[in-house]
């Protein structure tokens, strides 16, 4: 390419597999979806730690509602393994293509910035990366153990991806196990083939099932988003595997859609109903449940914890 040419050249889409699709319209928000900007003192100071850390947080790339908020308390998730995704599941706002190459010192930074921030709680979640032999599994257990040999007093949460085909990875991340082990369903299986095509739902399950094998004493945690299309015993059906599964903690949130190329949002799903689910999931035998419009996996993961391990203690002085 000649330099008048690159100068010229459309900057490369964030989501290439997606820029020919038609659009998706989506209905209008209702009132109860309210997003605030980060527009925060503190907000602006965790944008800065990220920026001279290179660090990215998953509460930008996945243009999350809720960064006015967390980033007001200093509550960020950190996203590791780089800011490409190998996979292009539908409802997902994180850059797709062929990832660079795995930054070893990646983990030393993410140290560094949760003693900076002075976390007493840390959520790190990563990009798919496919690629990978282990599928990053190491880059997480790296993370795990260096934050834990730093700051003994900081807890420390993974949401990671399936490691699908890739053996030993789980294995990888639980040697040094983190207090909360979170997957994602994000949907429920029939939507699979057009939501998250390139995941299977009960490898899935079964992977939030090994982890509590490996490691009784971890939290287990998965979530879903609603308002694609599911129907409500479809809903009520996933939190029974999730049970059978030994899950100790459902998320369940709206689905937003990121650009119009995107999944639509099949419709709103009210306030009320979130809290009927959240009522029949108590009564499954969940831990501990998040089930509001604007509930997301990491959404006050930090007062969460507390809430599990006092939710714990609780169920065995009953037991
Ligand atoms: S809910 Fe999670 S992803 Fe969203 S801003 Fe808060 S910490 Fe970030």
């Known amino acids: 390419m000649t330099s ?16 020919h699709r038609p659009d998706q319209a989506s209905p209008r928000k209702p009132a109860w979806i309210r997003a605030k900007a980060p527009t925060s003192r503190e907000a602006a100071e965790v944008r800065r730690l990220m920026r001279d850390k290179k660090l990215a947080t998953v509460c930008e790339e996945a243009a999350c509602p809720n960064i006015g908020e967390c980033w007001k ?34 983990p030393d930074r993410v140290i560094e910035s949760v003693a ?7 959520v790190i979640t990563s990009v798919d990366r496919d690629d990978l032999a282990d599928g990053g599994a190491r880059q997480f257990q790296r993370c795990v153990a260096g934050i834990h040999a730093a700051a003994p007093g900081t807890t ?25 082990f979170n997957h994602n369903l994000e949907t429920v299986p029939r939507l699979y083939p057009s939501i998250r095509p390139g995941a299977r739902y009960f490898a899935s399950l079964r992977l939030l099932q090994r982890a509590k094998e490996l490691a009784p004493e971890v ?8 308002g694609l299309g599911e ?20 998320t369940i949130g709206q689905y937003l859609q990121p650009t119009r190329k995107h999944a639509a949002v099949d419709r709103y799903v009210t306030p009320e109903e979130f809290e009927d689910y959240a009522r029949l999931a108590r009564a499954k035998g969940f831990l501990l449940v998040s089930a509001t419009p ?10 969460d914890f507390e809430a599990l391990r006092a939710a714990r203690l609780d169920r065995l002085r009953t037991a």
Do not use: W
């Open 4 to 19: 008048s040419e690159s100068e010229t050249a459309a900057p490369r889409p964030r989501h290439p597999e997606k820029a």
């Open 231 to 250: 129907t409500r015993e479809e809903v009520l059906q996933v939190m029974d595997d999730l049970r059978a599964a030994d899950v100790d903690f459902l």
């Open 156 to 180: 420390v949460e993974i949401l990671t991806p399936d490691f699908r085909d890739k053996a030993g990875a789980l294995e990888t991340v639980m040697e040094t196990p983190p207090e909360v």
């Open 294 to 303: 604007l509930t997301r996996s990491s959404y006050h993961a930090d007062r």
């Open 219 to 226: 939290f287990t945690k998965s979530g879903i988003m609603v």
């Open 116 to 122: 900076a921030m002075a976390l007493k709680h840390v």
């Open 73 to 106: 308390r200093r509550h960020a998730t950190f996203m590791i393994l780089g800011e490409t995704c190998t996979r292009a599941c539908a409802f997902c706002n994180v850059r797709t293509g062929r990832p660079d190459a795995l930054d070893p010192d990646e």
